[in-house]
């Protein structure tokens, strides 16, 4: 227990689902998994299935399966997207096959979050319409009408009262009950702005930005969302920064948050990054943020359109073709020229990371935690879509 509490942070003794295993079964079976994805032959190890069945074009995909690793054989991979054909629908990953889809929507589903604990899926169509769907059947059992369109989803899996957060394209914050999405607040964020929001890893923060103003962005305090005192503002900050692009949380800190902007003096893009509390007082809830650390990004690189975090310390960005790695503090750990096309997405998590690409490829990548800054060390490439089918 103790060494799997060690080797992966997400293991919480509280949360573990261990089934019929033991943690000592837990721990070999972990570890001989990370050892054969870190020593997998692409061609024997691993098998690549297309999955097909939407008739738009696939907008938004979740797993709806459980995070955690589990080696009972219970466990299924199970993944839910959203079309401009205005279906959800749910995938079996390893049968490759539709589990379930629902019936045609007024309107094109443009976005969807999960609530994997509660076996839910939430879409937003292009109009505004929430629906919560069962995750087994696909049955839909709740809806709220948003009076403008949607800009942004949040999913807040918190297991003593789990939420959700909508911001709308004109700027509006709303919370809602899950799973019958009852109000509970609505909150004007950017008044006429689009809002982008990002949840802390605990879900007590709320990160909300737009790149459409010139005000700077904001941090809530999610209780203040959740439980309104009358005509009093939910609690929150402003931070002194504009021209905000990219935003992440530190994983492994509850509230520790990396901002990248445009530096008020040169102009250059840097990255700042601020420690969150709430501190109690007799008027009510503060907040207090610390500045950790600030660095400005090297004027050759390529402005980054993807942003990361491992642990507490370590940034990943993506500029075009490169992975490039830096500390909160502003070193350079690496740089990964992989793909022969740009990244279109990053999965970080804290054994390893994937790069998918246009050149239809992914990276595997795995971390090393020899030194007391953890190490990045590339793989190898796993080929799909047409260079799969074009090799048999």
């Known amino acids: 227990r103790q060494l799997c509490l060690r080797r992966w942070s997400s293991c919480k003794a509280s949360q573990m689902t261990l089934g019929t295993q033991t943690w000592k079964q837990y721990y070999l079976c972990r570890a001989e998994l990370e050892f054969r ?6 061609e024997k190890d691993f098998i690549c299935k297309a999955i097909a069945g939407h008739e738009g074009g696939i907008d938004e995909l979740a797993y709806v399966s459980n995070s955690g690793c589990r080696f009972d054989g219970q466990e299924k991979s199970v993944v839910c997207t959203v079309s401009s054909d205005s279906t959800v629908r749910a995938w079996d990953v390893q049968e490759g096959a ?31 319409l929430a629906k919560v769907w069962k995750a087994e059947n696909g049955r839909e059992s709740a809806s709220f009408s948003l009076p403008a369109r949607s800009a942004a989803l949040q999913a807040c899996d918190r297991p003593e009262r789990p939420f959700l957060l909508v911001a709308s394209a004109e700027g509006m914050l ?30 007590q923060w709320v990160f909300a930005s737009t790149q459409d103003s010139d005000l700077g962005p904001k941090v809530f305090y999610t209780r203040s969302l959740l439980a309104p ?14 021209q905000i ?3 992440c949380w530190a994983p492994d800190e509850t509230a520790r948050l990396m901002v990248m902007h445009r530096n008020h003096d040169s102009g250059q893009l840097a990255i700042t990054t601020y420690e969150l509390e709430a501190k109690q007082s007799q008027e ?25 975090a491992h642990g507490s310390q370590v940034i990943l960005l993506v500029s075009g073709l490169e992975l490039v790695l830096f500390t ?12 022969q096309k740009p990244i279109t997405a990053l999965w970080v998590d804290e054994s390893r990371v994937l790069t998918a690409s246009f050149d239809l490829s992914l990276r595997v990548y795995v971390w090393s935690k020899e030194n007391q800054l953890p190490v990045l060390k590339s793989c190898y ?8 089918w074009a090799s048999g």
Do not use: N
């Not at 994805?37 to 692409?42: A, D, L, T, V």
């Not at 009950?177 to 982008?196: D, E, I, K």
């Open 174 to 203: 709303y919370a809602l009950t899950v799973p019958h999405l009852r109000l509970l607040s609505r909150t004007a964020v950017f008044p006429g702005s689009p809002t982008s929001l990002l949840c802390s890893p605990d879900c």
């Open 284 to 308: 009510g809830v503060d907040v207090v943020v610390q500045q950790i650390a600030s660095f400005l990004l090297p004027d050759t690189m390529t402005p980054p359109h993807l942003m990361k």
């Open 37 to 42: 994805m870190e020593c997998g032959r692409p």
């Open 245 to 247: 692009s990219r935003a």
């Open 381 to 388: 490439h796993l080929l799909g879509g047409s260079h799969r």
């Open 98 to 128: 539709e589990i379930w889809s629902s019936p045609v929507q007024p309107a094109a589903l443009v976005s969807l979050v999960t609530f994997p604990r509660l076996q839910l899926v939430v879409t937003v169509d292009k109009l505004g």
């Open 328 to 339: 909160v503090q502003g070193l350079q750990l690496a740089a990964f020229q992989d793909h």
């Open 229 to 242: 005192v009358e005509e009093e503002p939910p609690v929150s900050t402003t931070l002194p920064i504009w």
